[in-house]
Protein backbone atom coordinates (compact mmCIF):
# COMPACT_ATOMS: atom_id res chain seq x y z
CA UNK A 1 0.00 0.00 0.00
CA UNK A 2 2.71 2.33 1.05
CA UNK A 3 4.55 1.89 -2.60
CA UNK A 4 1.35 2.36 -4.26
CA UNK A 5 0.40 5.75 -2.46
CA UNK A 6 4.10 6.74 -3.23
CA UNK A 7 4.01 6.00 -7.03
CA UNK A 8 0.59 7.39 -7.07
CA UNK A 9 2.16 10.96 -5.47
CA UNK A 10 5.25 10.34 -7.91
CA UNK A 11 2.67 10.00 -10.85
CA UNK A 12 0.50 12.83 -9.85
CA UNK A 13 3.64 15.24 -9.07
CA UNK A 14 5.69 14.31 -12.32
CA UNK A 15 3.69 15.64 -14.95
CA UNK A 16 1.17 13.16 -14.59
CA UNK A 17 -0.32 16.52 -14.23
CA UNK A 18 -3.78 18.07 -12.76
CA UNK A 19 -6.10 15.50 -14.04
CA UNK A 20 -4.12 12.48 -12.27
CA UNK A 21 -4.00 14.66 -9.86
CA UNK A 22 -8.00 16.00 -9.55
CA UNK A 23 -8.74 12.25 -9.54
CA UNK A 24 -6.16 11.15 -7.35
CA UNK A 25 -6.41 13.81 -4.30
CA UNK A 26 -9.99 15.08 -5.12
CA UNK A 27 -8.66 18.81 -5.85
CA UNK A 28 -10.21 21.13 -8.54
CA UNK A 29 -7.04 22.88 -9.38
CA UNK A 30 -2.96 22.41 -10.49
CA UNK A 31 -2.58 23.27 -6.54
CA UNK A 32 -3.01 21.13 -3.49
CA UNK A 33 -4.61 23.46 -0.82
CA UNK A 34 -5.92 21.89 2.67
CA UNK A 35 -6.53 23.34 5.89
CA UNK A 36 -6.31 20.99 9.26
CA UNK A 37 -9.35 20.68 11.61
CA UNK A 38 -8.61 20.39 15.12
CA UNK A 39 -9.55 20.04 18.90
CA UNK A 40 -9.30 21.95 21.92
CA UNK A 41 -10.04 22.58 25.01
CA UNK A 42 -11.98 26.39 26.14
CA UNK A 43 -9.51 29.01 26.35
CA UNK A 44 -6.47 27.35 24.71
CA UNK A 45 -4.90 28.64 21.58
CA UNK A 46 -5.16 26.54 18.89
CA UNK A 47 -3.42 26.70 15.36
CA UNK A 48 -5.31 27.29 12.38
CA UNK A 49 -3.15 25.68 9.68
CA UNK A 50 -3.48 25.63 5.94
CA UNK A 51 -0.75 24.41 3.50
CA UNK A 52 -0.43 25.39 -0.20
CA UNK A 53 1.57 23.11 -2.56
CA UNK A 54 2.19 23.30 -6.37
CA UNK A 55 3.55 23.38 -9.83
CA UNK A 56 5.11 20.07 -11.24
CA UNK A 57 6.19 18.14 -7.93
CA UNK A 58 3.76 19.75 -5.97
CA UNK A 59 5.76 21.82 -4.20
CA UNK A 60 5.20 23.73 -0.99
CA UNK A 61 4.41 27.41 -1.94
CA UNK A 62 6.17 29.91 -0.04
CA UNK A 63 5.30 33.88 0.54
CA UNK A 64 1.93 33.32 -0.51
CA UNK A 65 -1.11 34.83 1.76
CA UNK A 66 -3.83 32.52 3.45
CA UNK A 67 -6.74 34.47 4.80
CA UNK A 68 -8.79 32.56 7.16
CA UNK A 69 -12.38 33.67 7.46
CA UNK A 70 -15.46 32.98 10.66
CA UNK A 71 -19.00 33.42 9.56
CA UNK A 72 -17.88 35.39 6.46
CA UNK A 73 -15.89 38.09 8.44
CA UNK A 74 -11.83 38.29 8.07
CA UNK A 75 -10.51 36.67 10.81
CA UNK A 76 -7.16 36.78 10.08
CA UNK A 77 -4.45 35.73 7.31
CA UNK A 78 -0.81 34.81 7.15
CA UNK A 79 2.01 34.40 4.77
CA UNK A 80 2.74 30.52 3.60
CA UNK A 81 6.48 29.82 4.93
CA UNK A 82 8.96 27.35 3.55
CA UNK A 83 7.00 24.32 3.75
CA UNK A 84 3.87 26.00 2.48
CA UNK A 85 2.20 26.57 5.60
CA UNK A 86 0.49 29.35 6.98
CA UNK A 87 -0.47 29.09 10.56
CA UNK A 88 -2.57 31.66 12.68
CA UNK A 89 -3.70 31.32 16.59
CA UNK A 90 -7.64 30.97 17.45
CA UNK A 91 -8.63 30.99 20.90
CA UNK A 92 -12.30 29.51 21.87
CA UNK A 93 -13.34 31.33 25.00
CA UNK A 94 -16.16 28.03 25.06
CA UNK A 95 -17.39 24.74 24.11
CA UNK A 96 -18.55 24.33 20.51
CA UNK A 97 -17.65 23.85 17.05
CA UNK A 98 -15.81 27.06 15.18
CA UNK A 99 -16.25 26.90 11.66
CA UNK A 100 -13.15 28.49 9.24
CA UNK A 101 -12.94 29.00 5.81
CA UNK A 102 -9.48 29.61 4.10
CA UNK A 103 -8.69 31.15 0.96
CA UNK A 104 -5.67 31.99 -1.05
CA UNK A 105 -5.35 35.35 -1.75
CA UNK A 106 -4.87 35.96 -5.48
CA UNK A 107 -2.05 38.87 -5.17
CA UNK A 108 1.03 37.04 -6.38
CA UNK A 109 -0.28 33.32 -7.63
CA UNK A 110 0.08 32.65 -11.49
CA UNK A 111 -3.29 31.52 -12.00
CA UNK A 112 -6.62 31.38 -10.37
CA UNK A 113 -6.42 30.68 -6.55
CA UNK A 114 -7.15 26.70 -5.55
CA UNK A 115 -11.04 26.29 -4.05
CA UNK A 116 -10.67 27.75 -0.78
CA UNK A 117 -11.51 24.79 2.12
CA UNK A 118 -13.49 24.61 5.71
CA UNK A 119 -11.82 23.94 8.85
CA UNK A 120 -13.44 22.76 11.76
CA UNK A 121 -12.22 23.63 15.31
CA UNK A 122 -14.04 21.41 18.06
CA UNK A 123 -13.77 22.69 21.17
CA UNK A 124 -14.63 20.81 24.12
CA UNK A 125 -14.91 20.43 27.38
CA UNK A 126 -11.90 18.03 28.91
CA UNK A 127 -15.17 15.33 30.02
CA UNK A 128 -16.77 15.84 26.79
CA UNK A 129 -17.44 12.65 25.52
CA UNK A 130 -15.68 11.04 22.59
CA UNK A 131 -15.55 8.37 20.07
CA UNK A 132 -12.95 7.38 17.90
CA UNK A 133 -13.76 6.17 14.37
CA UNK A 134 -10.96 4.91 12.04
CA UNK A 135 -12.16 5.22 8.16
CA UNK A 136 -11.02 2.58 5.84
CA UNK A 137 -11.82 -0.95 5.89
CA UNK A 138 -13.73 0.63 8.96
CA UNK A 139 -16.89 3.33 7.75
CA UNK A 140 -15.39 3.12 3.89
CA UNK A 141 -16.33 -0.67 2.82
CA UNK A 142 -12.67 -0.98 1.07
CA UNK A 143 -9.54 -0.08 1.36
CA UNK A 144 -7.10 2.87 0.97
CA UNK A 145 -6.06 1.35 -2.22
CA UNK A 146 -10.05 1.64 -3.31
CA UNK A 147 -9.87 5.31 -1.98
CA UNK A 148 -6.27 6.37 -4.15
CA UNK A 149 -8.33 5.55 -7.72
CA UNK A 150 -11.69 5.20 -7.35
CA UNK A 151 -15.30 6.07 -5.11
CA UNK A 152 -15.56 3.62 -2.54
CA UNK A 153 -18.92 3.18 -0.75
CA UNK A 154 -19.49 3.24 3.12
CA UNK A 155 -19.92 0.86 5.46
CA UNK A 156 -23.29 -0.62 5.70
CA UNK A 157 -24.96 0.66 8.60
CA UNK A 158 -22.25 2.82 9.74
CA UNK A 159 -23.89 6.32 9.11
CA UNK A 160 -26.99 5.50 11.17
CA UNK A 161 -24.77 3.95 14.27
CA UNK A 162 -22.46 7.29 14.08
CA UNK A 163 -25.63 9.68 13.98
CA UNK A 164 -26.99 8.10 16.63
CA UNK A 165 -23.62 8.50 18.78
CA UNK A 166 -23.56 11.71 17.60
CA UNK A 167 -26.57 12.59 19.49
CA UNK A 168 -24.11 11.86 23.18
CA UNK A 169 -21.07 12.00 21.35
CA UNK A 170 -18.37 14.07 19.44
CA UNK A 171 -17.07 11.84 16.48
CA UNK A 172 -13.06 12.18 16.23
CA UNK A 173 -12.66 11.17 12.35
CA UNK A 174 -8.88 9.46 12.99
CA UNK A 175 -7.23 7.97 9.92
CA UNK A 176 -3.76 6.94 8.88
CA UNK A 177 -4.12 8.49 5.78
CA UNK A 178 -1.71 11.30 4.91
CA UNK A 179 -3.53 14.60 4.92
CA UNK A 180 -3.08 14.78 1.11
CA UNK A 181 -6.15 13.23 1.00
CA UNK A 182 -7.67 15.88 3.55
CA UNK A 183 -10.17 17.16 0.77
CA UNK A 184 -11.38 13.97 -0.18
CA UNK A 185 -11.89 12.38 2.79
CA UNK A 186 -14.05 15.19 3.81
CA UNK A 187 -16.00 15.48 0.83
CA UNK A 188 -17.01 11.73 1.09
CA UNK A 189 -18.12 12.07 5.06
CA UNK A 190 -20.05 14.99 4.17
CA UNK A 191 -21.62 13.21 0.78
CA UNK A 192 -22.56 10.08 2.46
CA UNK A 193 -23.95 12.07 5.65
CA UNK A 194 -21.72 11.44 8.54
CA UNK A 195 -22.16 13.74 11.58
CA UNK A 196 -19.61 16.46 11.53
CA UNK A 197 -16.82 15.60 13.63
CA UNK A 198 -12.74 17.00 12.98
CA UNK A 199 -11.18 14.66 10.80
CA UNK A 200 -7.53 14.32 11.99
CA UNK A 201 -5.46 12.78 9.03
CA UNK A 202 -2.00 11.55 8.99
CA UNK A 203 1.36 13.39 7.97
CA UNK A 204 3.50 11.25 4.93
CA UNK A 205 6.20 10.98 7.81
CA UNK A 206 3.07 9.42 10.25
CA UNK A 207 1.93 7.34 6.88
CA UNK A 208 5.45 6.03 6.75
CA UNK A 209 5.61 5.41 10.48
CA UNK A 210 3.23 2.56 10.06
CA UNK A 211 -0.59 2.76 11.43
CA UNK A 212 -0.09 1.62 14.34
CA UNK A 213 2.37 3.98 15.87
CA UNK A 214 0.64 6.65 14.49
CA UNK A 215 -2.53 6.07 15.97
CA UNK A 216 -0.82 5.39 19.26
CA UNK A 217 0.94 8.55 19.39
CA UNK A 218 -2.66 10.67 18.07
CA UNK A 219 -4.09 8.89 20.87
CA UNK A 220 -1.97 9.57 23.48
CA UNK A 221 -2.30 13.57 22.23
CA UNK A 222 -5.98 13.01 22.74
CA UNK A 223 -5.87 11.47 26.32
CA UNK A 224 -3.28 14.10 27.72
CA UNK A 225 -6.22 16.85 26.99
CA UNK A 226 -9.25 15.07 27.02
CA UNK A 227 -10.91 12.58 29.61
CA UNK A 228 -14.18 11.74 27.55
CA UNK A 229 -12.39 9.10 25.04
CA UNK A 230 -14.91 6.78 25.46
CA UNK A 231 -15.47 4.31 22.33
CA UNK A 232 -12.94 3.52 19.77
CA UNK A 233 -13.39 1.85 16.74
CA UNK A 234 -11.35 0.80 13.47
CA UNK A 235 -10.28 -2.78 11.81
CA UNK A 236 -6.66 -3.11 12.53
CA UNK A 237 -5.47 -4.92 14.93
CA UNK A 238 -3.53 -2.14 16.58
CA UNK A 239 -6.07 0.24 16.29
CA UNK A 240 -8.25 -2.30 18.68
CA UNK A 241 -4.80 -2.53 20.92
CA UNK A 242 -4.12 1.71 20.89
CA UNK A 243 -7.75 1.88 21.89
CA UNK A 244 -7.86 -0.35 24.46
CA UNK A 245 -4.47 0.59 25.99
CA UNK A 246 -5.83 3.86 26.31
CA UNK A 247 -8.94 3.06 28.50
CA UNK A 248 -11.69 3.25 25.52
CA UNK A 249 -14.16 0.39 24.74
CA UNK A 250 -12.31 -0.71 21.88
CA UNK A 251 -14.39 -2.32 18.32
CA UNK A 252 -12.41 -4.35 16.33
CA UNK A 253 -13.94 -5.14 12.54
CA UNK A 254 -12.96 -8.03 10.91
CA UNK A 255 -13.53 -9.52 7.48
CA UNK A 256 -14.21 -13.46 8.23
CA UNK A 257 -12.42 -14.85 5.33
CA UNK A 258 -14.78 -16.94 2.50
CA UNK A 259 -12.65 -19.85 1.32
CA UNK A 260 -12.29 -23.56 1.94
CA UNK A 261 -8.83 -23.44 2.99
CA UNK A 262 -7.42 -23.33 6.57
CA UNK A 263 -5.17 -20.52 6.86
CA UNK A 264 -6.57 -17.39 6.54
CA UNK A 265 -9.08 -19.03 9.29
CA UNK A 266 -5.95 -19.61 11.53
CA UNK A 267 -4.00 -16.19 10.53
CA UNK A 268 -6.76 -14.60 11.71
CA UNK A 269 -7.32 -16.14 14.72
CA UNK A 270 -3.28 -15.80 15.16
CA UNK A 271 -3.73 -12.31 15.15
CA UNK A 272 -6.85 -11.92 17.15
CA UNK A 273 -5.27 -14.17 20.17
CA UNK A 274 -3.08 -11.50 21.68
CA UNK A 275 -5.86 -8.87 22.29
CA UNK A 276 -7.40 -8.33 25.70
CA UNK A 277 -10.99 -10.24 25.66
CA UNK A 278 -12.49 -6.61 26.80
CA UNK A 279 -12.05 -5.95 22.69
CA UNK A 280 -15.30 -6.58 20.88
CA UNK A 281 -14.36 -8.28 17.79
CA UNK A 282 -17.14 -7.56 15.16
CA UNK A 283 -18.01 -7.87 11.43
CA UNK A 284 -20.59 -5.49 11.13
CA UNK A 285 -22.26 -2.37 12.16
CA UNK A 286 -25.42 -3.59 12.72
CA UNK A 287 -23.21 -5.61 15.27
CA UNK A 288 -21.65 -2.40 17.05
CA UNK A 289 -25.48 -1.25 17.29
CA UNK A 290 -26.06 -4.01 19.60
CA UNK A 291 -22.89 -4.17 21.41
CA UNK A 292 -23.62 -0.22 22.02
CA UNK A 293 -27.36 0.34 22.50
CA UNK A 294 -28.62 -3.61 23.65
CA UNK A 295 -25.40 -4.56 25.26
CA UNK A 296 -24.69 -7.85 23.45
CA UNK A 297 -20.93 -9.10 23.92
CA UNK A 298 -18.86 -10.16 20.97
CA UNK A 299 -15.68 -10.86 23.16
CA UNK A 300 -12.29 -11.27 21.42
CA UNK A 301 -12.40 -15.34 22.15
CA UNK A 302 -15.44 -16.51 21.05
CA UNK A 303 -14.05 -14.88 17.17
CA UNK A 304 -10.91 -16.83 18.26
CA UNK A 305 -12.58 -20.22 19.14
CA UNK A 306 -15.21 -20.31 16.49
CA UNK A 307 -12.01 -19.17 13.57
CA UNK A 308 -10.38 -22.24 14.98
CA UNK A 309 -12.78 -24.54 14.84
CA UNK A 310 -13.59 -24.01 11.20
CA UNK A 311 -9.76 -24.31 10.81
CA UNK A 312 -9.74 -27.28 12.16
CA UNK A 313 -12.64 -28.49 10.24
CA UNK A 314 -11.04 -27.58 7.07
CA UNK A 315 -7.79 -29.06 7.71
CA UNK A 316 -10.35 -32.41 8.59
CA UNK A 317 -12.40 -31.81 5.16
CA UNK A 318 -9.09 -32.00 3.68
CA UNK A 319 -7.43 -35.26 5.19
CA UNK A 320 -10.54 -37.06 4.57
CA UNK A 321 -10.61 -36.07 0.90
MG1 LIG B 1 -8.62 1.17 8.69
Not at 157 to 186: N, W
Amino acid sequence: MKRLLTLLLLVSASGGGCGTQRWLLGTESDYLFIAADAITLPNQEVQLRARLQGGDALRPMAGQVVRFYRNDQLFKAAETDDDGVAIVSFTPDQAGDYRFRADVAPAGMPDEPPEPQELLVACRNIDSPMVVVDLDKTIVASGFGAVLIGDPDPMAGSVDVLERLARTYTILYLTHRPDYFSIKSKKWLKRHGYPPGPVLLSTLTGFFKGSGSYKTDALWDLRVKFEGLTIGIGDKISDAAAYHDNGLKAFLIVRIPDTDVHEPYEDLANDLRDLDNAVQVVTSWDQIAKALFDGTEFPRDRTERQLRETAQRLRTDKANR
